[in-house]
């Protein structure tokens, strides 16, 4: 399995288990073991009863207590080796998260950016690694122009892009086809401002 299937979004493992060794010592039955997110960041998390609390606020941290009679012990490292030998084929049991692409396009119009252009290939590629079935295509604007326009704009500007795709072999069924006009501007911004982030569709792979 590879590693980057144990990254997740700021989520933590808990795996209930018996008689294996955690580095000289005996594991707690039940474990908790912080896993960084995708990006390599890391969230943290409390496990605590009426005993007493552990915080676990570094990646590839473990914590836990054999029962509810017992105080969360320290945390102790656990090396990705040891999480993959312990944990792997439930990790490899786990789906993966959503996969977000974001394609940004040229002022007022349905032409993508050179950049986006380049990473249609990355997005077919998720698609086709995955085998995905479910994924959402939907279109935005700025605020230049009235909303009726921008609205028609971010309609045309999905559609294209999922046309490209199906264009390129992609299953037209698995594609959700949506738009929103203006009225979700990733960019917060005032009336007939020609804000760059907010002309965009965003593909989303699950």
């Given at each position: 399995m590879k590693w980057g299937v144990m990254r997740r979004i700021a989520w933590f493992l808990l795996i209930s288990f018996f008689a294996l060794a955690l580095?000289?010592?005996?594991?707690?039955?039940?474990?908790?073991?912080?896993?960084?997110?995708?990006d390599g960041t890391v969230g943290q998390i409390t496990v605590a009863n009426d005993k007493?609390?552990?915080?676990?606020?570094?990646?590839?941290?473990?914590?836990?207590?054999?029962?509810?009679?017992?105080?969360?012990?320290?945390?102790l490292p656990v090396t990705?080796?040891?999480?993959?030998?312990?944990?792997?084929k439930t990790l490899a049991a786990q789906p993966l998260p959503p996969k977000r692409f974001i394609l940004y396009f040229e002022p007022g119009s349905t032409e993508l950016t050179r950049a986006s252009r380049e990473l249609l290939t990355e997005v077919l590629q998720t698609i086709?690694?995955?085998?995905?079935?479910?994924?959402?295509?939907?279109?935005?604007?700025?605020?230049?122009?009235?909303?009726?326009f921008n609205l028609k704009l971010s309609r045309e500007r999905a559609q294209g892009i999922a046309q490209l795709l199906i264009d390129r072999g992609v299953d037209q069924g698995i594609l959700e086809v949506t738009s929103h006009g203006e009225g979700n501007l990733l960019v917060p911004t005032a009336d007939n401002v020609a804000e760059p982030r907010n002309r965009r569709v965003e593909i989303t792979v699950r």
């Open positions: 580095s000289a010592c005996c594991a707690p039955r039940n474990m908790f073991v912080l896993l960084p997110n995708e007493g609390s552990q915080v676990l606020a570094q990646p590839f941290q473990a914590t836990g207590m054999n029962s509810p009679n017992e105080a969360p012990r320290s945390p990705p080796q040891r999480i993959e030998s312990l944990f792997g086709a690694r995955r085998q995905s079935v479910d994924n959402s295509v939907v279109g935005h604007s700025d605020t230049v122009g009235d909303a009726a």
